[in-house]
């Protein structure tokens, strides 16, 4: 599926939660990585504001693509944000929604 680059030039970008391990298997541990570094993916949640609106963004990153000790309310620029659409079936049921990644998050200083 096709992906949408997202720009953030004119907005606020705050840490909400500090980054998590993404898991492709709940039961198992097993962690998600990315197909091309093989690096390991985690999720970032930020809250994005521009134009007087801020909303919460559950972000994945490669774990090489953050620094360590992110925490939230750390003020940061997010490189290479995009989002794509996303439809699965489960038990029956179809799922869909938009999932966004980045190629890393830095401090904003």
Known sequence: MPSFKIDLSTAVVIVATAPEAKLV?????ERAV?????AGLSTVGLVIS???E???YKVTVPETGY??????????????????????EFNGQKRHGIS?????????A
Request: no cysteine.
């Open 34 to 38: 990315d197909r091309d570094s093989g």
């Open 50 to 52: 521009d134009e007087g």
């Open 67 to 88: 620094p360590e000790g992110l925490q939230p309310g750390s003020i940061v620029r997010v490189v290479g944000l995009k989002a794509r659409d996303w439809e699965n």
């Open 25 to 29: 298997d709940k039961r198992t541990g």
């Open 54 to 56: 801020g909303n919460l």
């Open 100 to 108: 966004f990644r980045a190629v890393a998050i830095t401090p904003a």
